[in-house]
């Protein structure tokens, strides 16, 4: 089975306000990416490179629609959480 991605696939990012995070939020909005949301908990209400942030998965769908796609630049030990949510 292959995965299959173009222009239009909805992304969203999980800890885009982090260092990480937010250069890879700029490198793929460079490049062409639709990247229609991120996720940082405490951080809702702001925006990283014109991308809205959430405090959660379910509030960015909730406002942004379907994601197609999530990406996620987390500390380690936080990483089961935000693959779960």
């Known amino acids: 089975m292959a ?3 173009d222009e239009k696939t909805r ?9 990480e995070g937010s250069t ?11 990247v229609v949301a991120g996720v ?11 991308i809205p942030v959430y ?3 379910e509030e960015a769908c909730k406002e942004r629609g ?5 990406v996620t630049f987390v500390p380690g030990p936080l990483v089961k959480d935000a693959v779960v949510e």
């Open 3 to 5: 995965i299959l991605l």
């Open 11 to 19: 992304v969203l990012i999980q800890g885009i306000t982090g260092r």
């Open 40 to 50: 940082t908990p405490g951080r809702g209400g702001t925006e990283v490179w014109r």
């Open 66 to 70: 379907p994601i197609d796609l999530s």
């Open 24 to 34: 890879r939020a700029r490198f793929m909005s460079e490049y062409g990416t639709n």
């Open 55 to 57: 405090n959660t998965v």
